[in-house]
């Protein structure tokens, strides 16, 4: 596959405090702000240390590429013997070996062999929602897609039926994410941490983590088990970690398992929706053969079409916005000199929309993917030495329910609906994405929308 190329990209500027002043609340404006005020990098004054913001494949590369460099960031802010400082020992907060030794450990449940152990259990859950919908009916197309990843998340990941404690986890998953990006990166921008958001914090911390180890005491059967719950707790009867990594694993876990992979589905569904001549397209060459029936494992990667179209709404409407790491010793990145423990930000989101990559960056084009580019331009799994383990997962997941949603209704976005992107690490939508159900009667018609996704999307008016 050819790969385009880019210019060198230009060294960082200095910005001004005053436009980070949104980020707390809307990192994807405040960085496509930047983008368009600064070019391919940035960087702000905090203290001695430094916040930079990269959106060059090439800064990109180096940050993903140089991992003893650039350290994920290992601590919650919190205090010492506090739940949130807890929740610090899952796989998105390790480094060097110990993250290695853990990514390997995690592995057998995502590997080839393992994921077509999920085909049938996965038809058979989404099947069981679709079951619930009826057509005439408005859905709010986030809270169904966050049923059936949540109820994926508990069964086939931790063993454990979905119930009110699990939907209780959700809630205060949602809180909580949002709540630790504001006092993090206000501890680490020149940006003032609203009143009351760290007690806040530490409050839904203490409430989380009780809800997860009732989650984690719950688990039956798992010494024999093969799921990620099972690993954990025969790797801790075993001695080889101990309570505090298990539960930080499925934080984690229930992070980029259920959270990510609920955006990932609604935003693919609702660009389908949105752009009727492609989804006839799939519907006709690569569903309707389909019989009504769900793919075959093997008849995924026959599916060229809705591949592309995943491709695209994970360029477009990247669940996960920006990737942050922490300078673990003095380097230079894009000509400015960085401190050690100053902050790093590459942006999935903002380097997906660049224009001199992807032409038109705003437009829905699945079809632009018959031409690669580099790992570095299109990262909506992350890149380098901490690619996501769980990406081939999330991909079969993806063209499963699109595949077996798509048979089954028509989705028509309600007409005038207001979509604002709301999110601090993952994209959703402040007020959900009402749906209206139809029997799949193939008239794919688009409707105008309002709200801030049209700054994301170029879409109909």
């Not at 450990?105 to 069981?128: A, C």
């Not at 989101?349 to 570095?376: A, K, L």
Request: aromatic share 8%; with cysteine; net charge negative.
């Amino acid at each position: 596959m050819e790969h385009l190329r880019t210019a060198t990209p230009a060294p960082a500027v200095e910005g001004h405090p005053d436009h980070l002043a949104t980020f707390l609340h809307d990192p994807v404006g405040c960085m496509a702000g930047l983008h368009a005020r600064y070019g391919d990098a940035a960087y702000f004054r905090k203290g001695a240390g430094r916040a930079v913001f990269v959106f060059a494949p090439e800064y990109n590369r180096q940050v993903l590429n140089t991992p003893e460099v650039f350290y994920i960031v290992s601590r919650f802010p919190g205090p010492r013997n506090s739940a949130q400082r807890r929740f610090g020992k899952g796989l998105f907060s390790m480094n060097g070996d110990e993250h290695q030794q853990h990514r390997r450990m995690l592995m057998p449940p995502f590997k080839k062999g393992h994921l077509d152990s999920y085909h049938e259990p996965l038809v058979r859950l989404v099947n069981d929602r679709l079951a619930t919908w009826k057509a005439g009916a408005v859905i709010d197309l986030i809270r169904e897609m966050k049923e059936i990843t949540l109820k994926m998340t508990t069964s086939l990941l931790f063993g454990v039926e979905l119930d009110d404690n699990a939907h209780g986890i959700e809630a205060l998953f949602d809180e909580w994410l949002d709540t630790n990006h504001v006092v993090s990166f206000a501890a680490q921008l020149p940006v003032e941490t609203p009143p009351g958001c760290y007690e806040q914090l530490l409050d839904v911390a203490t409430r989380l983590e009780v809800a997860l180890n009732q989650l984690v005491a719950s688990r039956r059967g798992w010494e024999t088990g093969k799921d990620v719950l099972a690993i954990l707790l025969q790797a801790r009867a075993a001695g080889a970690i101990g309570d505090l990594e298990v539960l930080g694993q499925v934080i984690t876990t229930f992070n980029a398992a259920y959270h990510t992979t609920t955006y990932a589905l609604t935003w693919a569904l609702f660009l389908l929706a949105q752009h009727p001549d492609y989804l006839r397209r799939v519907v006709e060459a690569e569903l309707s053969p389909l019989g009504g029936g769900p793919p075959t494992p093997a008849g995924l990667a026959e599916m060229p079409l809705l591949e592309r179209a995943t491709r695209e709404s994970l360029r477009l409407l990247p669940p996960v916005v920006f990737l942050p790491r922490i300078t673990a010793s003095a380097t230079t990145l894009a000509g400015v000199d960085v401190p050690v423990g100053s902050m790093v930000l590459v942006s999935p989101y903002v380097t997906q929309h660049r224009g001199d990559i992807f032409p038109e960056p705003n437009r829905y084009d699945p079809d632009r993917w018959q031409t690669g580019v580099s790992p570095y331009a299109y990262l909506p799994f992350g890149g380098g030495h901490r690619l996501c383990i769980g990406a081939p997962f999330a991909q079969n997941v993806l063209k499963i329910a699109l595949a077996i949603i798509l048979q089954r209704f028509r989705l028509e976005v309600v007409p005038g609906s207001v979509i604002d992107r709301h999110g601090t690490l993952t994209l959703g939508a402040k007020d959900g994405v009402p749906v209206r159900l139809h029997e799949p009667d193939g008239n794919f018609t688009a409707s105008p929308v309002a709200g801030t996704i049209r700054e994301m999307v170029d879409l109909p008016t």
